[in-house]
C-alpha cells in the first residue's frame, strides 16, 4: 500500500522516536469491540479472555520496555493517547493496565477523556460519579474509584463530561488529585482524547512522566 508504514523501523528512522513494541491487530478484539457499540454489558478485556493473543503479549513487550525507560522519570503517571479516532488507544489502555496488574503492580486506570471517553464500558461500569465529580468538590476520591476491577486495578471514570474539558483538565484540583493517586499506586495510567481533534492530550502531557 502506498504511503503506508510496513516496519517499526521506518517510525524510528523518519521520527526519531524509538517505538517501544508492536501491538497487531486481535480479531477477537474486533469481537469485544462490536459487543461494546451494542451497549452488551460485561467485562470487556481481551487480557481476561485470551492471555495468549497475540496483542495482548505485544501489550507485554511494551510493559517491560516501560519498566526500564520509567526509572529515571519524574513520575510514575503515563499518557496514553492517538492520533486520531479508532486507532485503538482505549484498547491500550484497557489491556495494558491489566497487564501491568497481572504483574502485581499496583493500577489506576484514569478515563480522562473527557469528550467521549468510554472506558467504563470495557470494565461494565456506569460513567457516573467519576474524576468529574472529584474535581469539582461533589465527591471524595474514595467515593468515586471503583476498587479492584481487576486483581490489582483500579478505575477512576469521566464522570459527567464538562462543557469546557481543556479548561477542566487547568484546574489545580485536578493536579492535586492526580498528584494524591500517584504516591498510592505503582502506575497510574491517564487515557486521553485524540491528538490531532484536540489539544486536550498536550494539556495532560505536561502532568506526566518524561
Given at each position: 500500500m502506498v504511503g503506508a508504514v510496513h516496519d517499526a523501523h521506518e517510525i524510528e528512522d523518519r521520527t526519531g522516536i524509538r517505538v517501544m513494541a508492536s501491538?497487531?491487530?486481535?480479531?477477537?478484539?474486533?469481537?469485544?469491540?462490536?459487543?461494546?457499540?451494542?451497549?452488551?454489558?460485561?467485562?470487556?478485556?481481551?487480557?481476561?479472555?485470551?492471555?495468549?493473543?497475540?496483542?495482548?503479549e505485544g501489550l507485554r513487550s511494551f510493559r517491560t520496555a516501560l519498566q526500564f525507560s520509567m526509572q529515571e522519570a519524574k513520575n510514575n503517571m503515563i499518557l496514553i493517547a492517538g492520533?486520531?479516532?479508532?486507532?485503538?488507544?482505549?484498547?491500550?489502555s484497557v489491556n495494558l493496565a491489566a497487564v501491568l496488574a497481572a504483574a502485581g503492580m499496583r493500577v489506576l486506570l484514569v478515563d480522562l477523556d473527557l469528550r467521549k471517553g468510554y472506558l467504563n464500558q470495557y470494565l461494565g461500569i456506569s460513567r457516573e460519579r467519576g474524576v468529574s465529580e472529584v474535581v469539582n468538590g461533589e465527591l471524595t476520591y474514595e467515593q468515586a474509584v471503583h476498587r479492584d476491577v481487576l486483581k490489582g486495578l483500579d478505575f477512576l471514570?469521566?464522570?459527567?463530561?464538562?462543557?469546557?474539558?481543556?479548561?477542566?483538565?487547568?484546574?489545580?484540583?485536578?493536579?492535586?488529585?492526580?498528584e494524591k493517586v500517584s504516591g498510592?499506586?505503582?502506575?497510574?495510567?491517564?487515557?486521553?482524547?485524540?491528538?490531532?481533534?484536540?489539544?486536550?492530550?498536550?494539556?495532560?502531557?505536561l502532568r506526566v512522566a518524561t
Open positions: 501491538i497487531p491487530f486481535s480479531a477477537k478484539q474486533e469481537a469485544l469491540y462490536k459487543q461494546i457499540q451494542g451497549k452488551e454489558q460485561g467485562l470487556f478485556i481481551l487480557e481476561r479472555q485470551d492471555t495468549h493473543d497475540p496483542s495482548i492520533a486520531s479516532p479508532g486507532v485503538g488507544k482505549s484498547f491500550v471514570s469521566t464522570g459527567k463530561l464538562p462543557g469546557d474539558s481543556n479548561a477542566f483538565l487547568l484546574k489545580k484540583e485536578l493536579s492535586i488529585l492526580l498510592e499506586y505503582d502506575v497510574v495510567l491517564l487515557d486521553s482524547p485524540p491528538i490531532l481533534v484536540v489539544t486536550d492530550a498536550i494539556v495532560l502531557s
